[in-house]
């Protein structure tokens, strides 16, 4: 499954793109949030110098209907927020995506990681051009398997002896025939699997790590 890495600029018609543009040392993090028919609703932390008078100032937005302070600490607050201008959850809700939670703003920038099919993805992509979002892709790439899917049992032994005899060491630690020795498994045997194993490592990291990385997009 494709994971992506967007970096989102946020407009400043929305609340979090001026606030944190306003106050470059606010963080505003979206802990929760849903969206309706024509407005959003949301659970933020604001962390910064002075919450009280950011919160202030986020009442004031005119894509605010309505703000309510659970918490408020020194340089800290928990706010429960409604606007009519939930951009990017109307980007994910067109797109079929869900919002992965939470996710941080700062100067008017955040930053969304996702695991999707490439086609909802390039869905997002769209939806958040239309609605005046620009991004770039930090990285698209497939998932490496975990190592229980990438080797066998029978691999997984035998590598692990080898790293452990030093067969994989510059100069060898061992011999294939003492690493056969030591598995109690024909050479042949020990040699088949090794490369196997080894092929099956060097393909994933290759899907991976060695494609051409893509360019930054950036839509809007």
Do not use: N
């Amino acid at each position: 499954m494709p994971e992506a890495k967007l970096t989102l600029t946020i407009p400043e018609r929305t609340w979090p793109g001026e606030i944190t543009r306003r106050y470059p040392d606010a963080e505003i993090r979206i802990l929760a949030a849903m969206a309706g028919s024509d407005s959003g609703d949301g659970l933020a932390e604001i962390t910064c110098a002075d919450p009280a008078t950011v919160v202030d100032d986020i009442r004031a937005h005119e894509s605010v209907e309505s703000v309510t302070v659970l918490q408020l600490g020194d340089g800290q607050c928990l706010i429960q927020f409604r606007t009519h201008l939930p951009l990017l959850l109307f980007a994910a809700q067109g797109s079929g995506l869900p919002l992965e939670m939470p996710f941080e703003i700062r100067q008017g920038k955040a930053t969304w990681t996702l695991t999707a099919a490439q086609e909802s993805i390039s869905e997002l992509g769209d939806q958040l051009s239309a609605m005046g979002v620009t991004y770039t892709v930090d990285y698209l790439q497939q998932d490496i398997a975990t190592p229980e899917d990438l080797l066998t049992d029978r691999q997984r032994s035998i590598v692990r002896h080898a790293i452990e005899r030093g067969y994989y060491d510059t100069p060898r630690g061992c011999s294939l025939t003492e690493l056969a020795d030591a598995v109690g498994l024909a050479k042949s045997t020990v040699s088949e699997t090794l490369h196997r194993a080894e092929e099956r490592v060097m393909k994933e990291f290759a899907a991976s790590a060695l494609e051409e990385p893509p360019r930054p997009r950036v839509d809007g």
